[in-house]
Nanobody, 125 residues
Framework: QVQLVESGGGLVQAGGSLRLSCAAS????????MGWFRQAPGKEREFAAA????????DYADSVKGRFTISRDNAKNTVSLQMNSLKPEDTAVYYC??????????????????WGQGTQVTVSS
């Protein structure tokens, strides 16, 4: 079992920045690829970014590429999402997720095994 707790959400004006963090506990963090997903009101949850076990590989949705940066600190069992140049369409609940990936250095978009409870990000125009 892996427990994930997100933090850092809030209200920001368009063009601003936010940094989301996710703290993991329960299993060896470096065995897991990590991802960030988001779900806007009335829409399905969508992939935003992912990072490989040791942080050497990353992947981004086209909608956030060049604006968001995912990173991880395996010593602290944390994964972060730096979000810059935020747009109103980035408004969503953001979820941290973990996928057991002990034999790969890939950056999967799905499926993921464990999910956090989510943190709200609201971007005003």
């Amino acid at each position: 079992q892996v427990q994930l707790v997100e933090s850092g959400g809030g209200l920001v004006q368009a063009g601003g920045s936010l940094r989301l963090s996710c703290a993991a506990s329960g299993r060896t963090f470096s065995l897991y690829a990590m991802g960030w997903f988001r779900q806007a009101p009335g829409k399905e949850r969508e992939f935003a970014a992912a990072i490989s076990r040791y942080g050497t590989n990353t992947d981004y949705a086209d909608s956030v590429k060049g604006r968001f940066t995912i990173s991880r600190d395996n010593a602290k069992n944390t994964v972060s999402l730096q979000m810059n140049s935020l747009k109103p369409e980035d408004t969503a609940v953001y979820y941290c997720a973990a996928r057991y990936h002990a034999y790969s250095n890939g950056v999967p978009r799905s499926p993921y095994d464990y999910w956090g409870q989510g943190t709200q990000v609201t971007v005003s125009s």
